[in-house]
């Protein structure tokens, strides 16, 4: 049976006209009885991949997914949709009911946890009834490449291989080359198995840009989006803060959310926030994994994201219903300080892969060009130059040669000492006669004063572009020094 031909199916039980993206070719495949990868950004749809064959085919849908509460989203979800779905999981207490029923070919769509999967008592119940296909959500847990490697994942090929008529689906959002080809080969599906949907999220808008006054710049931000919305921010007191600014700015209703809060005080700010339609939530990294809320309407970031990956990741969970959102990165050249600074205290295995990141990080926040653009082509893709959608395409920064400007920092820098702040190099370069120049004879320097006019707006965004770079790397105390590049 074709794709198309399940498309009545598709309208029925879901309510969706039509599949999206790639949707089509992995059901096709799956119907077909083939092993497949599907890799697709967060909001593709994944998960109607396997709920549609699930109500399409005879005998039920087995799915391995690591996350109980994302399960028991999915689960109410399947049920609404008038599926028959149940859960085995470690919080389950109608474990013996759901084996029943699934013995009894009672049951469309079975979720189970990977360590459960992999146990004899879950191999004699695939024995008892054969599952119409094995579903394995989240499978860069397979790869030691993959960013969250679980053991119990590589157990479970031996349960895939002793069923080898029933067709497996991978799935997952985030997996680079390397991975991809690794859980190919853990989980024995043939190359061109691989399916691999577009990484572009066009309905997000991103921006990024300098941060002067956080929580005013996030709450103008919020003023501008009426809707539900995260906030990340870098640390748990953090949170906490930001949300208070933001409820006395906006008169909105805003909860923070840490790892440091009592679970039960967790679940309910996550179950709020799930509910609402115009919540706010302030959150450390530990916040939105597994939460099912497809009208989110932005993502800000209050400082710099561990990665570009985790950057992604965190805005893609913005506007996964497909309508406009809007994604807002502030990052300051003492984040970048900050991580440089921390490259010192990895294993020296580690450092190269981090620098690497956080060059990324550094072109992404830097760049006059499309962000977007930049975004697809670090996930491998070949967008075109502009998108149309990014503060850069939109409002296309001015340029200007600064090479004269940062020749002219550089050797503040450098003729003061390497140790004195942006402040004190600003107050050189234009000039300024204050105590601390004179005493310390820096007003004796040939640097002094030779920045005049427009150009010494320029020193504080270049400093901030310089550190970035490594160029410039902050001291200890705070003075700016020449960067060291490979130093760590
Ligand atoms: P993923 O698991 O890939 O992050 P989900 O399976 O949670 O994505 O789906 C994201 C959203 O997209 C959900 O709200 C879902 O209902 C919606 N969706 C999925 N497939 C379609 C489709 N073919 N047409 C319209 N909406 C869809
Ligand atoms: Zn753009």
């Not at 992604?312 to 970048?336: H, I, K, N, S, V």
Request: glycine share 10%.
């Amino acid at each position: 049976m074709s794709a198309d031909a399940l498309l009545p199916l598709l309208k029925s039980t879901f309510g969706f006209d039509a599949f999206r993206g790639r949707q089509g070719e992995v059901v096709g495949r799956v119907m077909a009885g083939d092993h497949t990868l599907a890799v697709m950004p967060t909001g593709a749809g994944k998960s109607l991949t396997y709920q549609l064959p699930a109500v399409a085919l005879d005998g039920c849908v087995v799915v391995v997914s690591p996350l109980i509460a994302l399960m028991h989203d999915q689960l109410r979800g399947a049920r609404a949709a008038g599926i028959r779905a149940a859960s085995l999981t470690s919080v389950d207490a109608d474990f013996a009911d759901t084996r029943q029923a699934y013995r009894d070919g009672q049951l469309d769509l079975l979720y189970i946890a990977p360590e459960r999967a992999t146990g004899e008592g879950f191999r004699s119940l695939m024995e008892a009834r054969t599952p119409a296909l094995f579903a394995i959500d989240e499978a860069h847990c397979v790869s030691e490449w993959g960013h969250d490697f679980r053991p119990d994942y590589r157990l479970l090929r031996p349960l895939l291989d002793a069923f080898p008529a029933v067709p497996r689906l991978a799935l997952t959002a985030t997996a680079d080359k390397h991975t991809r080809e690794d859980i190919l080969v853990q989980l024995g599906i043939p190359a061109e198995g691989l399916i691999l949907a577009g990484f572009d999220r066009p309905n997000i808008r991103y921006r990024v840009t300098p941060r002067l006054s956080p929580a005013k710049q996030i709450a103008d931000f919020i003023a501008a989006n009426p809707g539900p919305g995260i906030v990340y921010c870098p640390t748990r007191d953090g949170t906490e803060r930001m949300a208070e600014k933001l409820a006395a700015a906006t008169g909105r209703s805003v909860a923070a959310y840490h790892a440091g809060l009592d679970a039960e005080r967790r679940a309910r700010v996550q179950h709020d926030f799930v509910a609402s339609e115009d919540g706010i939530v302030t959150a450390t990294v530990a916040f939105g994994m597994g939460i099912d809320k497809p009208d989110v309407r932005f993502v800000a970031h209050a400082g710099l994201p561990k990665s570009i990956e985790s950057y992604y990741q965190e805005t893609g969970r913005a506007g996964r219903d497909g309508d406009p959102a809007e994604a807002l990165m502030l990052w300051g050249a003492e984040d970048f300080a900050r991580a440089r600074m921390r490259l010192g205290e990895l294993p020296a295995a580690r450092v190269s892969g981090e620098r690497a990141r956080l060059n990324a990080l550094a072109a992404l926040v830097e760049t006059v060009a499309c962000r977007r653009a930049l975004l697809l082509r670090h996930f491998g893709e070949s967008p075109p130059e502009r998108c149309g959608n990014c503060d850069n395409c939109l409002e296309p920064p001015r340029q200007l040669d600064a090479t004269i400007l940062a020749q002219k920092l550089m050797s503040a820098v450098y003729r003061t000492g390497q140790s004195f702040g942006a402040g004190h190099i600003e107050a050189v370069l234009t000039g300024r006669n204050d105590d601390r120049i004179a005493s310390r004879g820096h007003d004796k320097l040939s640097v002094f004063g030779i920045v005049a006019g427009d150009e010494a707006r320029l020193i504080k965004p270049l400093v901030r572009t310089l550190v970035a770079r490594e160029a410039l790397e902050t001291t200890e105390h705070g003075g700016l020094m020449f960067g060291r590049p490979g130093a760590r």
